[in-house]
């Protein structure tokens, strides 16, 4: 039987980080502790390394670089849709004198 997943907050993701790199705990000695695996407590320590605070934005919030790149994902698909635009007008125009 496959097991239950889990969805850990933010906070209790940073407090299991620090509790490994605050209070020197082992990976094993917290995972004992909160009941969470090994491998999931080293991601969330390598998330933390690489991200720091802002490392579990949570679900639906993005990180600053991640707003970003929607962002400018939204401006490409409006600018692209514009120039298709253009192109067929071009198209039309050119037609209309020959």
Not at 64 to 93: C, G, W
């Amino acid at each position: 039987m496959p097991r239950k997943r889990h969805n850990y907050t933010a906070e209790f993701k940073l407090q299991a980080v620090r509790m490994m790199t605050d209070q020197g705990l082992s990976v094993a000695e917290v995972s004992l502790q909160l009941g969470v695996s090994e491998n999931c407590l080293r991601l969330w320590r390598k998330t933390f390394q690489d991200h720091g605070d802002a490392a579990f934005p949570g679900h639906g919030k993005l990180s600053k670089a991640d707003q970003e790149i929607a962002r400018l994902r939204t401006e490409l698909r409006r600018v692209e849709a514009e120039r298709d635009l253009l192109k067929k007008a071009l198209v039309y125009f050119a037609s209309l004198t020959d």
